[in-house]
């Protein structure tokens, strides 16, 4: 089996931990014990790219296991764990992924293509936008996909409203069980990790700027808070603003919040987020950071032209000094911190983004017949599903309706 990784003797270490993943992944392997005899995946090609960590692999063992044959890459160059890399050649996964560049990063994406698949499963819509562009000819192969992430979601929607888009995908990352879970508690979480392990910054008593308070930026803001930071919001959407100055957060334009931050993440999904009109304003010392999907929200190229010069300080931490004698700190060169710098979402939280992916291949593979070349959210089936499976792996119980109180709640009839 061809595969390319940075050192096939990681394998070991990597294993320990896909290892450590399964035990914290209960919903997925519950599905797998289900569909494992069914083989409902059987013969597909699967070409993956998602970014290569203990809870990918685990995703990966299950559609093994369901009967698919997966082609993998990373889906950010920075991003994969090289150790579980080399797990999932030795165990014949068909793997082009270790912490490269960006034009390594692509060079895997192609390979993958090239494997001509049934199904693909994208994070960010790279695979989905090189397969319609430099590989047409591979798409009469293909029944559907998947998306994991929101920036994903939104270049295949504009894809789909241009007529670009040529078979379905289902919008995993818009799953309740995965928008209100992964891109809140796992970004949350992950990304002060990241901070912490490229700088080991206290972070009680700073102000801690968040660009975007959407799923992501809630959990980090929260998770900010919770460890004793002032946290300020920058916003382009007036309720998602004013939903942070309701949670007694300062709301501010980054004109203004560059003045003040100590540390900086941007997790908006947009671009040119922190550019440099804002570099002379930062304060000695400030941390920047991103954990939205692509490295284009703090412009890392007008930073590199700017400062005076360069120094990197340790692993993922890079000191700036400024024209005006300030040292400012980039984290992961700009990419996701949480995936680049630290060990990307904990398990427990890819458990239901995971669960959602493989039940919604397993969608794909019964109605893609019906199905057009559209982005398809989660049915809302599969989300109370899955919410129930994980509830239940947590010991945790819920009531249920009584036929009076279903009957109450479907009628109008009733007052006081
Ligand atoms: N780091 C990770 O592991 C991880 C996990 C999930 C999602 N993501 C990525 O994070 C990004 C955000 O995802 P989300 O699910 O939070 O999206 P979201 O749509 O829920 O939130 C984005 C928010 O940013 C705001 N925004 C947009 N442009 C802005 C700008 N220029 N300035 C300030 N605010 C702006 C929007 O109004 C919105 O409230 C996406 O790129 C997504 O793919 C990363």
Same mark, same amino acid.
């Given at each position: 089996m061809a595969y390319k990784v940075k050192d096939i003797s990681l394998k070991d270490a990597g294993k320990k931990k896909i290892e450590w993943a399964e035990n914290h992944m209960p919903v997925l392997m519950a599905l797998k014990a289900q569909y494992e005899k069914e083989q409902p995946l059987k013969g597909l090609r699967i070409a993956g790219a998602i970014h290569v960590t203990k809870e990918t692999a685990v995703l990966i063992r299950? @559609?093994?296991?369901?009967?698919?044959?997966?082609?993998?890459?990373?889906? /950010?160059?920075?991003? !994969?764990?090289?150790?579980?890399?080399?797990?999932?050649?030795?165990d014949g996964v068909e793997i082009y992924a270790w912490r490269n560049n960006h034009e390594e990063y692509y060079w895997c994406i192609d390979q993958i293509i090239a494997t001509k698949p049934n199904l693909t499963m994208d994070d960010g819509g790279d695979v989905v936008f090189r397969l319609h562009t430099d590989f047409p000819d591979m798409l009469s192969d293909v029944i559907g996909g998947t998306e994991e992430t929101t920036t994903g979601v939104h270049r295949l929607k504009a894809m789909a409203k241009d007529g670009k888009l040529k078979y379905p995908i289902i919008a995993v990352n818009n799953a309740e069980t995965k928008w209100d879970?992964? /891109?809140?508690? $796992?970004? +949350?979480? $992950?990304?002060?990790? +990241?901070?912490?392990?490229s700088t080991s910054v206290?972070?009680?008593?700073?102000?801690?700027?968040?660009?975007?308070?959407? %799923?992501? #930026?809630? +959990?980090v803001a929260m998770r900010a808070k919770g460890m004793g930071a002032h946290v300020i919001v920058t916003e382009v959407d007036p309720i998602q603003g004013l939903r942070a100055k309701?949670? #007694?957060?300062?709301?501010?334009?980054?004109?203004?919040?560059?003045?003040? *931050?100590?540390?900086?993440? !941007?997790?908006?999904?947009?671009?040119?987020?922190?550019?440099?009109? %804002?570099?002379? %304003? @930062?304060?000695? $010392?400030?941390?920047?950071? /991103?954990? *939205? %999907?692509?490295?284009?929200?703090?412009?890392?190229?007008?930073?590199?032209?700017?400062?005076?010069?360069?120094?990197?300080i340790r692993d993922n931490c890079v000191k700036y000094t400024l024209p005006n004698g300030r040292n400012v700190y980039l984290l992961a060169e700009g990419r996701l911190v949480n995936l680049s710098a630290a060990e990307g979402h904990p398990s427990e939280v890819m458990d239901l983004s995971f669960s959602n992916q493989v039940l919604a291949l397993l969608q794909i593979v019964k109605f893609h017949k019906n199905m057009k070349p559209e982005v398809y959210e989660i049915p809302a089936e599969q989300d109370q599903r899955i919410a129930k499976l994980k509830l239940e792996s947590m010991d945790a119980n819920i009531d249920i309706l009584t036929e009076e109180q279903k009957k109450y709640l479907g009628s109008y009839a009733e007052g006081t």
């Open positions: 299950t @559609l093994k296991a369901l009967g698919a044959v997966a082609a993998w890459a990373g889906c /950010n160059p920075l991003s !994969t764990q090289d150790d579980v890399a080399a797990a999932l050649a030795d879970f992964d /891109n809140i508690y $796992g970004t +949350g979480q $992950g990304t002060i990790d +990241g901070i912490l392990r206290l972070i009680a008593g700073k102000n801690f700027v968040i660009a975007g308070y959407g %799923h992501c #930026g809630k +959990g309701m949670e #007694g957060f300062d709301v501010m334009k980054m004109d203004d919040a560059v003045k003040l *931050g100590d540390i900086f993440v !941007t997790a908006t999904g947009c671009r040119d987020v922190i550019v440099k009109k %804002h570099f002379e %304003h @930062l304060k000695e $010392g400030s941390i920047l950071s /991103n954990t *939205g %999907h692509f490295n284009v929200e703090v412009d890392v190229k007008a930073l590199e032209k700017y400062a005076k010069s360069r120094q990197e």
